[in-house]
C-alpha cells in the first residue's frame, strides 16, 4: 500500500504545531515563566528550544521521512536487532499510555467548555466544582464525545483527517487567541499582569528552575513521543525539513507568549493585590480551579451571559489546541498498528480505541471515586494513584529516556551522514552550514548528556524520594 502523505509542507506544519500546541504553552507555560523570573525564563526558554529541543525535532522528522515508517519499524529497520527494536516499543508505548492521560484531561476541557456553554459557569467556579465535575457521571458523556470526535479526525488519514483537521482548528485557534488577548488587555489593571510577565529577573534562574523550563519545552514541542517520527513519515520527499521545524518552533513559542498576555493580566484585573506565589504552581489547578473564578468576576461588568461567553471561548480554544494534541499522539500508535499488522486504520482504531477508553475510564475512575484505583501504590513519600503512575513513569520518567536514545540511534546508529543526507534532501544549505556541525555535535554529546541526568534525577527524586541535584 502507499503511504498517506500531506498534501504539502504547510499542511504538515500546521498538524506538527496542532500538536505542539497545547495545554502547556496556553497555561503551563505562562505561570512557569511569570513565577520564574519573567522575561529572563522567557529567554532562557526559548534558547532551550532553539538549540536544544530543534536538533532532537530534526532527527525525528529526518528519520520518520527517511524510513517512511511508525517508530517502531523506524527503530527496527535501522537499528537491526533487538535491543533498538525494544527501544521503538518503548517510543510506541510511551505516546499510547500518555494518550491515556491526555484524554482524561482533554475531557475535562470538554465538559468545562460543554457547562460555559449551558450556562453553568457559576458551577465551576465553585470551590467545590472541579472535584466534582470529574467525579460525576457527566463525565463519561464529554469522554465519549471526546472519543468519537477524535475516531472522526483519525478516521479519515492523513490528509482527509489530521490534515483538514488542523488546517481549520489551528488558524481558528490563532485568531481566538489574538482576540481573547486584545479583550483581556482592555480589562482594569491589565498592565500589572504583563508586568509581571515580562520583567525580566535573572536571580529566579536556577537550576531547578531551568530543568523545568527544558522539561516543560520538550513536552511542548511534542518530542520523545514518537509524534514527529510518524508525522515525519508522511511528509513529501524534497520539502525543507530545517525551515517546517524552525516554522513549528517558532509557532509554538509565539502560542505561548500570546498566553502569557493572556492568562497573567486576566489574573491581575481579577485581584492586582495577588502574590505571584499564590498561583497554582500545576496547570490543573491554574485552568480547572483559578481562571473559571475569574471569568466568573466578568459578570460584575458585561453580566453572567457575557462572563459565561467569554469563558466558553477561552475553553473551546483550549479544546481545540488539546485535540489536535490529542490526534496526533493517538497517531502513533495507529501507524504502528497498521504498518505492523497490515490492517485497516478502521480497525486499528477500533482496537487501541477501545483499550484507551477503558484505560481513560480507570484513570477518571482513580480521582477518589474507586479507593484502591485512587491510592494505589505509595513511593518516593507519597501515594499515587492510577493517573499518578502513568504521569510519573511515561511523561516524567520515560520522556527524557526515550529523548536521550533518540538523539544516540541518529547520530551514532543511523549515522550522521545519512541524517546529512536525508535533511540535505529539500535544503541544499545544509550541507556544510554551522547549522549542520551544531546539530551534529549537539546530538552526539551534550544533549544526550543532558537528557540522562535529567532521567537520572527524575527516577531518584521521584521513586526514592531524593533529588541529587537540587
Ligand atoms: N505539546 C502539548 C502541550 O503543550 C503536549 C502534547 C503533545 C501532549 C502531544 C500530548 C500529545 O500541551
Redesign the pocket.
Known amino acids: 500500500m502507499k503511504r498517506e502523505q500531506f498534501s504539502s509542507s504547510l499542511g504538515f506544519i500546521l498538524a506538527a504545531a496542532g500538536?505542539?500546541?497545547?495545554?502547556?504553552?496556553l497555561v503551563a507555560f505562562p505561570v512557569m515563566a511569570s513565577k520564574n523570573g519573567g522575561a529572563a525564563f522567557l529567554v532562557m526558554y526559548a534558547f532551550f528550544v532553539f538549540f536544544i529541543c530543534l536538533p532532537v525535532m530534526l532527527a525525528e522528522m529526518s528519520l520518520g521521512r527517511h524510513t517512511r515508517q511508525n517508530p517502531l519499524g523506524a527503530y527496527t529497520e535501522i537499528g537491526q536487532n533487538r535491543a533498538w527494536r525494544t527501544v521503538g516499543w518503548l517510543s510506541v508505548i510511551t505516546p499510547f499510555m500518555?494518550g491515556v492521560f491526555?484524554l482524561v484531561i482533554t475531557v475535562w476541557i470538554a465538559g468545562y467548555l460543554g457547562k460555559a456553554v449551558f450556562g453553568q459557569l457559576d458551577q465551576l467556579a465553585d470551590p467545590a466544582g472541579f472535584g466534582n465535575f470529574i467525579t460525576s457521571n457527566e463525565l463519561f458523556g464529554y469522554l465519549a464525545f471526546v472519543v468519537v470526535l477524535t475516531f472522526l479526525i483519525l478516521q479519515g488519514g492523513v490528509k482527509k483527517g489530521i490534515e483538514k483537521a488542523t488546517t481549520v482548528l489551528m488558524p481558528t485557534l490563532f485568531v481566538m487567541l489574538i482576540a481573547l488577548v486584545i479583550y483581556v488587555l482592555t480589562l482594569e489593571n491589565a498592565m500589572l499582569g504583563v508586568k509581571f510577565f515580562l520583567i525580566p529577573d535573572f536571580t529566579k534562574l536556577t537550576g531547578e528552575v531551568l530543568n523545568g523550563a527544558l522539561a516543560q519545552a520538550f513536552?511542548?514541542?511534542?518530542l520523545a513521543?514518537g509524534?514527529l517520527i510518524t508525522y515525519g513519515s508522511y511528509i513529501q520527499k524534497h520539502d525543507n525539513i530545517v525551515s517546517a521545524g524552525k516554522t513549528v518552533a517558532g509557532l509554538s513559542l509565539m502560542v505561548a507568549c500570546c498566553s502569557g498576555l493572556l492568562i497573567l493580566p486576566a489574573v491581575f484585573s481579577f485581584n492586582p493585590e495577588i502574590e505571584i506565589s499564590e498561583l497554582s504552581t500545576s496547570s490543573i489547578g491554574m485552568i480547572f480551579m483559578f481562571l473559571p473564578k475569574i471569568f466568573l468576576a466578568l459578570q460584575t461588568d458585561i453580566g453572567y451571559f457575557g462572563a459565561s461567553f467569554v469563558a466558553a471561548f477561552f475553553f473551546l480554544l483550549v479544546f481545540f489546541a488539546a485535540m489536535t494534541?490529542?490526534v496526533?499522539?493517538i497517531e502513533v500508535p495507529v501507524a504502528s498498528v497498521m504498518d505492523g499488522k497490515g490492517i485497516s486504520r478502521r480497525k486499528a482504531l477500533y482496537i487501541l480505541g477501545s483499550v484507551m477508553v477503558a484505560l481513560g475510564i480507570v484513570s477518571a475512575l482513580s480521582f477518589g471515586r474507586v479507593d484502591w484505583l485512587s491510592n494505589m501504590l505509595h513511593y518516593g513519600g507519597a501515594d499515587k494513584s492510577f493517573f499518578d503512575l502513568i504521569y510519573d513513569m511515561f511523561y516524567e520518567t520515560i520522556l527524557p529516556l526515550n529523548g536521550l536514545l533518540l538523539c544516540l540511534f541518529v547520530i551514532y546508529r543511523w549515522k550522521k551522514q545519512n541524517f546529512d543526507a536525508e535533511i540535505s534532501d529539500g535544503n541544499q544549505r545544509f550541507a556544510g552550514s554551522f547549522l549542520q556541525k551544531y546539530v551534529n555535535f549537539s546530538l552526539g554529546t551534550f544533549i544526550p548528556l543532558i537528557l540522562a541526568i535529567i532521567f537520572i534525577n527524575t527516577v531518584s527524586t521521584i521513586y526514592f524520594g531524593k533529588n541529587l541535584l537540587f
Do not use: H, K, P
Open positions: 500538536s505542539a500546541v497545547g495545554i502547556g504553552n500518555i491526555y513536552f511542548s514541542l511534542s513521543m509524534i494534541s490529542l496526533s499522539i
